[in-house]
């Protein structure tokens, strides 16, 4: 199957890592010829590559398999763009450096704390530093690769542990409210219950007070009613014995 690679230019894509120019690739079946193998010396010929191209070829796949190329559908057609294989040169860092500074500027990122901005530029700026290094040296490109991994697993262990904090503290925040509203129910209705018994307490009291009046008042009569007594018997007890002192003198 046939393709045809054309390139088309594209703005600055709003990354820090660089890239080639994208390239749309076109396949053409009705273009696809098979031509008879030519039999004879020329056909057995094998070119042989040269160490530099190997060497090349194989750091190109490496990029590919740290970075991987994007892919995109455009006009109906695929476009593919890969990370670039150039060698960096001393003014492309101090460039790599200026462009972070002026986007961390540009997109307001935080200077503390946790800042999503602030993340995602310094992720870019780490992945171009891999390609730079990458480019002159694979191993050490593959190891730097190995701590954005172990970085980017950090972050995530400590973004799944920061979300599953969250929720527990919403879990319990609801059951806080949930908690509230049940108190303040139930002092609702101990306020109630409070009025009833203060209404109770009253009317006992009320029939305290009563039963005390009541009993006063019989205490009082009979008291009364006992001195009359006293003094009828008092009264009865000095006629009988101004009777019995006439009886004893008119014996004499």
Known sequence: MATTIKERRFPPMDTLVKY?????????????????AKIGIAACKIPTPSAPAD???????????ILPPKEWEEDDQIWTQRVSSTPATRLDVINLQEQL????????????????????????????LIRQVTINCAERGLLLLRVRDEIKMTLAAYQTLYQSSIAFGMRKALQAEQGKE???????????????????IVEL???????????????EAEEKKH???????????TQLKTQLEGIIAAKK
């Open 205 to 219: 009291r009320l029939k305290y007070d009563q039963s005390e009046k009541r009993s006063a008042e019989l205490r």
């Open 227 to 237: 001195m009359e007594e006293v003094q009828f018997l008092k009264k009865t007890n």
């Open 55 to 65: 060497a090349r070829r194989e750091t190109t796949e490496i990029l590919n398999r």
């Open 101 to 128: 500074d002026m986007r961390l500027q540009q997109r307001q990122a935080r200077e503390t704390g946790i800042c999503p901005v602030r993340r995602q530029l310094y992720t870019q700026c780490f992945d171009e």
């Open 182 to 200: 049940d108190l303040i129910n139930t002092a609702e209705e101990l306020k109630v219950q409070k009025i009833e018994l203060e209404r109770i």
């Open 20 to 36: 080639d120019i994208p390239i749309s690739v076109t396949t053409h079946p009705e273009k696809v010829r098979k031509e008879p």
